[in-house]
């Protein structure tokens, strides 16, 4: 017996022994990606892929217009300082060669480019285009909106001329149309991949592309495999139209939690990270083995103020607190420098953009003078409501408490979850509250306007002023430019003196990337990397 | 027992249900529409209100429910709003991935804490019993995404001694060929040695940090058993008739000190099924914790009901394994 146990003692060291080296042995720092691999850490997986009908979520944005081309395309442009940019506001052909307007404006004429194919080999004529924009119409998903808002509302006004050519007819000329069609939403779809999956049912295939792309893909890359929670790869496309693809494949890793995802790129674990707090960018730049590209965004960021609910209602009030948010304090601490003030309710980058009427500083003085004379002297409580687990929201939540104790505003800071949030906003609930995820994706001032202060869909604040409505319903459809440009100068100083929001920043979109990564090339119209242009040193 | 387990199984479908209604009015009752995640802000009124009706949304709440539990009869839990996919085929995909981390740190656990709790026990009042307690108070008040975080900068950032937080395996690396689903046993029987390396080196981490909130409950009711156990009357009569002291330690006291154990550590695994949703969120697990973790964020029903109905089977069957094991290791108790 007790022999038995000293073997059982010495089996036991045995094994302990074994183990720790075998542990031993497999601690040590893991393979990196090879050069034709690019590892990016996403914060979330795939949604919905259907180009026509997809969420706002940024990952299934980028993958769409990764996967995916259109018919046009914005152009890239090299600037004085050498750097190659994508101008949101200049169209080159994309899958048509060429495109043609007609003298009155009504009629936008593409030539298809000779050979085109998809992923899987299937041709690309102007079939598919009649086909892609058939079912847009038939499917009335988002997309749909942004055509009509250009004057092409049906799929009665898309012509298949032959099979080389098709035109586009529109009932009012004007400036929008190609700007709302430079994006995933006009990806052209094969009609042989996706055409078996309409049913009954669902006539739009609406099952089967909100989940795969196989086969319909013609971008430069293409979908290779999904693993749901997880990861998702793309595939050089070998079809690819224009020049392919310089790295083959390209790993997108979920890594929910921002410090991990700063930590591997640090560690060179992943080559690119998304979405890192601005606070750990500095400490990247000074990395020389990180490249961090820093473009000002078009993204804007402000505090909207439900203009048709007491206190808010009154044009003295939003004023007061438009002069009692620390601006400097807000780009500088908050966004830790990243971002500019914003000036007007177009940003910077936008045409027809001016700052002229901006008069809003930090003046607590001047804040309590106007409430003064809105009759609120004494000041009063309110709750400040911002999208929960938002750093941004948060910091800016806390200053603006701070600021607004002093003119005798009493702020409660209520943090909503993402879904509560969200709904609210669309159904113009909130009071008094923070927002940071818009950007126009068409660079049309109009386009902005319109969505912001004229549409129901978007008027969060629920502004409503006659002349401003009068002057974007004149001028959105229109080609009198000159008449345009004043319009928009005169909408901008009514907004700036009614105040509907806090105007606070403009974000720097920042992609941090490890230094052997070149070719970036922003596009200020989406903030959408084109992996194509990557390649690593 | 074939009697038993059956009586036990058919309780399950009253338990499921209550938590269905439960589960059901809650979801609805938070605020929050999915509709407004799922589609862009610019869509239209009328494909808000075509989306909300093709979902079900618009129905009154009973005829959802009805529609609901139609549904699970026949293994289907819905579509998830976020993922586009059913609910079944995204939480069969997500089990095994979290089984294996926790399978693994409830080993883990139960290797470290049990021998730890006896050798408290029995050398009660020394240095060894006061480390024991230490190691219970850290592992307990030490919040575990905050060990997570901390060692993902020590053993990654810092030493270079485990590979990049990136969920089960190296990105470089295809993961082996499946049969079980978990990647070390699938590596293990494919003699898949580069996998398995990458899958183990994956695991540690996690697994270490889930594991040492876990070993405190248990080390505890180990040395606390155990010491009732030493001090029984039976242990006094083994000591008269001169037993060895290994042989009362392990053969007698132990063997009695085991049950509340084996009670403690399915109590512990429901624990560790929620502490998971923490450490997969840090660690990039793809796992069933950061999928209800989304789930939640975004008002997704379909996937919270259907992972709370998993999670509740899970525990029902949990104790239903607990009481059969009590069967089979203690002879006074019959069914």
């Not at chain 1, 890594?255 to 640090?266: E, F, K, T, Y």
């Not at chain 1, 007061?320 to 807000?330: E, K, L, Q, R």
């Not at chain 2, 540690?204 to 505890?220: C, E, H, I, N, S």
Request: net charge negative; hydrophobic share 45%; aromatic share 10%.
């Amino acid at each position: 017996m007790y022999v038995l146990q000293r073997l059982a003692q010495r089996a036991l060291t045995a094994v302990a022994l074994a183990a720790t080296l075998v542990l031993g042995s497999m601690l040590a720092a893991n393979a990196q990606s090879d050069e034709n691999t690019l590892i990016v850490a996403v914060s979330r997986d795939l949604q919905n892929i259907d180009p026509t009908l997809t969420s706002g979520n940024i990952n299934t944005w980028e993958f769409l217009t990764n996967v995916y081309s259109w018919l046009i395309d914005y152009e890239l442009v090299t600037g004085d300082d050498g750097v190659t940019l994508g101008d949101p506001n200049s169209f080159v052909g994309g899958l048509a060669e060429s495109f043609e307007w007609s003298e009155d404006g009504k009629t936008v004429t593409f030539t298809m480019r000779d050979g085109l194919k998809f992923s899987n080999g299937d041709p690309l004529t102007a079939e598919s285009v009649k086909f892609t924009f058939d079912r847009l119409f038939d499917q009335q998903g988002v997309t749909v909106g942004n055509m009509a808002l250009a004057e092409v509302p049906d799929k009665e006004h898309i012509e298949l001329i032959d099979s080389k050519t098709v035109a586009i007819h529109l009932d009012r000329p004007n400036s929008l149309l190609f700007g709302n069609m430079a994006q995933a939403g006009n990806s052209i779809l094969n009609p042989n991949v996706v055409g078996p999956y309409m049913t009954e049912d669902d006539p739009s295939a609406h099952e089967w592309l909100k989940s795969d792309s196989t086969g319909t893909e013609q971008g430069p890359y293409r979908l290779e495999s999904r693993d749901p929670g997880n990861q998702y790869v793309l595939v050089r496309n070998e079809n690819y139209f224009e020049e392919p693809a310089h790295i083959e494949r390209i790993v997108f890793k979920v890594i929910p939690d921002p410090s991990s995802r700063l930590a591997q790129l640090v560690s060179g674990a992943v080559d690119i990270a998304l979405e890192l707090p601005t606070f750990d960018i500095a400490s990247l730049e000074a990395n020389s083995d990180i490249t961090v590209h820093r473009n000002t965004s078009r993204t804007i960021a402000y505090i909207g103020m439900n203009n048709e609910v007491a206190p808010f209602d009154n044009k003295l009030v939003r004023q007061a607190i438009s002069y009692a948010v620390p601006y400097d304090t807000i780009v500088n601490d908050v966004m830790n420098g990243y971002a500019v003030q914003l000036k007007s309710p177009i940003p910077q980058g936008t045409p027809g953009h001016t700052d002229q009427f901006f008069v809003y500083k930090h003046n607590l003085d001047k804040a309590r003078e106007l409430l003064e004379q809105a009759g609120l002297g004494d000041g009063f409580s309110t709750v400040f409501e911002i999208p929960i687990g938002n750093q941004e929201a948060k910091e800016t939540a806390v200053f603006l408490q701070q600021s607004l104790r002093e003119i005798g505003i009493d702020v409660e800071i209520q943090e909503l979850p993402g879904a509560a949030y969200f709904e609210k906003i669309q159904k113009h609930e909130l009071i008094f509250f923070f927002t940071n995820f818009w950007i126009s994706i068409n660079n049309e001032p109009y386009y902005h306007v319109y969505w912001k202060f004229h549409h129901s869909c978007c008027n969060y604040a629920n502004y409503a002023n006659q002349t401003v409505d009068d002057l974007i319903a004149d001028n959105t459809i229109s080609t009198d430019m000159e008449a345009r440009d004043a319009a928009l100068v005169e909408i901008q100083r009514i907004l700036l003196d009614e105040a509907p929001w806090v105007l606070l920043y403009q974000p720097q979109h920042i992609l941090a990337m490890r230094s052997n990564v070149k070719g970036y090339v922003f596009y200020s119209a989406d903030n959408l990397t084109r992996y194509q242009y990557l390649y690593k040193e | 027992m074939a009697a038993f387990v059956a009586r036990r199984i058919l309780l399950l479908i009253p338990v499921l249900l209550g938590v269905t209604v439960v589960t059901f009015t809650l979801t609805r009752v938070i605020p929050g529409n999915p509709i407004d995640l799922m589609v862009s802000p610019l869509a239209s009124e009328e494909t808000r209100e075509r989306i909300a009706e093709n979902a079900g949304l618009n129905d009154p709440i009973w005829i959802q429910y009805l529609r609901y539990i139609e549904g699970v009869t026949r293994g289907d839990f819905g579509d998830s709003f976020v993922t586009n996919q059913p609910v079944l085929d995204d939480l069969t995909s997500r089990f095994m991935p979290t089984f294996e981390l926790t399978l693994f740190a409830m080993l883990l656990a139960i290797a470290l804490a049990v021998p730890l709790g006896i050798a408290a026990a029995v050398w009660r009042g020394t240095w060894i019993d006061h480390v024991s307690r230490l190691l219970a108070v850290f592992g307990v008040a030490m919040p575990v995404f905050w060990v997570s975080l901390v060692a993902i900068y020590v053993f990654f950032f810092l030493l270079h001694w485990l590979p990049a937080p990136q969920g089960r395996i190296s990105v470089m690396i295809p993961p082996p060929d499946r049969i079980s689903g978990l990647y070390t046993i699938d590596s293990l029987l494919t003699g898949n040695w580069q996998a398995l390396k990458s899958t183990v080196q994956s695991l540690l981490m996690p697994a270490a940090v889930l594991a040492f909130a876990a070993m405190a409950p248990l080390a505890r009711i180990t040395r606390a058993s155990m010491i009732e156990a030493l001090e029984s009357d039976y242990t006094r009569a083994a000591r008269s008739l001169g037993l060895p002291e290994s042989s009362i330690v392990f053969r007698h006291a132990l063997r009695n000190a085991i049950l509340p154990l084996i009670t403690m550590i399915a109590i512990v695994y429901g624990y560790l099924l929620g502490g998971v949703v923490l450490v997969e969120n840090v660690f990039a697990w793809p796992g069933l914790g950061r999928y209800v973790y989304n789930a939640i964020a975004s008002s997704d029903y379909p996937a919270l009901q259907g992972f709370i109905l998993y999670s509740t089977t899970v525990y029902v069957l949990l104790f239903l394994l607990v009481d059969i094991l009590y069967v089979l290791l203690d002879p006074r108790v019959r069914l």
